[in-house]
């Protein structure tokens, strides 16, 4: 594939992940992610309580659960529940991971990640560049993503 139509379908996939985003309960931050293989979406999650919790994700203080999932995470166990295999796959998410999801982005084989929002903390991204994995920031709001 060319590196155009690569660029094209990464904003695509990117902007997918925002609006599927939008399927969280939580307040603070609604976080969405797609896995990606060969062109066809094989996971998804958003950030949230595990199946069965009540849908609330933060606590009287706006402060998040210490239960609540990133969306990562639940993209990543919903593979596990599946025939699928995230091996050589992609990751788009619209914020960077954490430290904790980096783990799971390392473990689970999935070779590039494309973010659309930088966090504070660069730890995740910065170990998974450590591992080799593709970690690439995409801005949805400049000219040239919007093809």
């Known amino acids: 594939m060319n590196e155009a139509k690569k660029a094209a379908l990464d904003c695509r996939y ?3 992940a ?3 985003a939008e399927n969280s309960y939580c307040v603070r931050r609604k976080v969405g992610a797609l896995v ?3 062109n066809m979406i094989i996971s998804d999650g958003y950030n949230g309580t595990p199946t069965g919790f009540e849908n609330i ?4 203080n706006n402060v998040s659960k210490p239960y609540v999932l990133h969306a ?3 993209a990543i166990t919903k593979l596990a529940r599946s025939s699928n295999s995230s091996e050589g796959a992609t990751l788009y998410v619209t914020a960077s ?3 904790e999801c980096a783990k799971l982005i390392i473990q689970s084989g999935i070779k590039r ?3 659309t929002e930088q966090y504070r903390l660069t730890d995740g991204v910065d170990l998974l560049k450590r591992a080799g994995i ?13 093809k």
């Open 72 to 74: 990562e995470a639940n």
């Open 18 to 20: 925002l609006i599927w």
């Open 134 to 146: 593709e970690v690439k920031y995409l801005d949805l709001n400049s000219e040239d993503s919007s």
């Open 97 to 99: 991971p954490c430290i």
């Open 57 to 60: 994700c933060e606590d009287d």
């Open 113 to 115: 990640v494309i973010y």
């Open 36 to 38: 990606v293989k060969d």
């Open 14 to 16: 990117a902007r997918m």
